[in-house]
C-alpha cells in the first residue's frame, strides 16, 4: 500500500488523516453534548478535553487541506451529474463547516477571556456568549453534513462497491464493481448465439 494516492485509491497518509479525523469529530460531537447536559456539578475535564481534540482537529484539517493540495485525489467514480453536485457540495461544506466550527470554538474561550489553551479552561468560567451559539448551530449543521456523508458513502458502496476500498477499507478488489446485467435477446439470431454461450 503507497503512502500516495494513485487514480483509483487514497494514499495511506490521506487515509490516516480522514479515519484519525472522523473519530476524533464523532468523539467531539459526543463530548459536546454530554458537557453541555452534566449537571451543575464541575465539568472541567470535559471542556478542556473538548478544546484539546477540537484544536486537534483544527490542525489535522490544516494538514489534510495542505496534504490534498500536494497529493491530488483520485478520479471521483463515475456518478450523475446530480449525485457529482452533491459530492463536491457535501465535501466543500463539511471542510467550510468544519473551519466555523474551529473559529467559533476559539470564539467562545476569547469572548470569555479565556487562553485558547486546554489546560487553562474552567468551565464555570464559560459563559453563554453570542459565539457559543454559533458553535452550536454550525455543530448541529455539520452533523447533518455528516450524516449525509455517511448516507452517500452507502449509496456509492452498494452501486459500485469501490468507494469503501479507495478510503482503505477493502472488501474485494478495488475497482471491482457488480456486473452489468445481461440484455435479454431481441433476435433468434441473438437468442441462438446466447444459448451456445
Known amino acids: 500500500m503507497s503512502v500516495r494516492s494513485n487514480q483509483h485509491r487514497y494514499g495511506v497518509m490521506a487515509q490516516a488523516l480522514h479515519w484519525v479525523s472522523a473519530a476524533v469529530i464523532v468523539v467531539l460531537i459526543v463530548g459536546g453534548l454530554a458537557m ?3 449537571g451543575d456539578g464541575d465539568n472541567t475535564t470535559l471542556y478542556r478535553s473538548h478544546v484539546a481534540l477540537g484544536l486537534l ?14 497529493e491530488p485525489s483520485p478520479i471521483p467514480p463515475p456518478m450523475e451529474p446530480w449525485r457529482r453536485l452533491l459530492f463536491v457540495a457535501n465535501h466543500t461544506a463539511l ?4 473551519a466555523a466550527l474551529a473559529v467559533s470554538g476559539i470564539g467562545v474561550l476569547l469572548t470569555n477571556d479565556i487562553t485558547p489553551v486546554p489546560s487553562e479552561v474552567v468551565a464555570s468560567d464559560v459563559d453563554d456568549v453570542a459565539a457559543a451559539d454559533a458553535h452550536l448551530v454550525a455543530a448541529l449543521i455539520y452533523t447533518g453534513l ?12 452498494r452501486r459500485d462497491r ?9 472488501f474485494g478488489p ?3 464493481t457488480r456486473p452489468a446485467p445481461r440484455a435479454t435477446p431481441t433476435s433468434p439470431i441473438e ?3 446466447d444459448a451456445r454461450r
Open 174 to 176: 478495488v475497482g471491482a
Open 95 to 98: 471542510y467550510v463547516v468544519l
Open 57 to 70: 482537529v483544527a490542525v489535522l484539517t490544516l494538514v489534510r487541506v495542505a496534504w490534498r493540495v500536494v
Open 36 to 38: 453541555t447536559r452534566v
Open 146 to 157: 455528516m450524516l449525509m456523508h455517511v448516507v452517500g458513502v452507502i449509496s456509492h458502496q
Open 191 to 193: 437468442t441462438s448465439l
Open 162 to 170: 469501490s468507494t469503501l476500498a479507495r478510503m482503505g477499507i477493502s
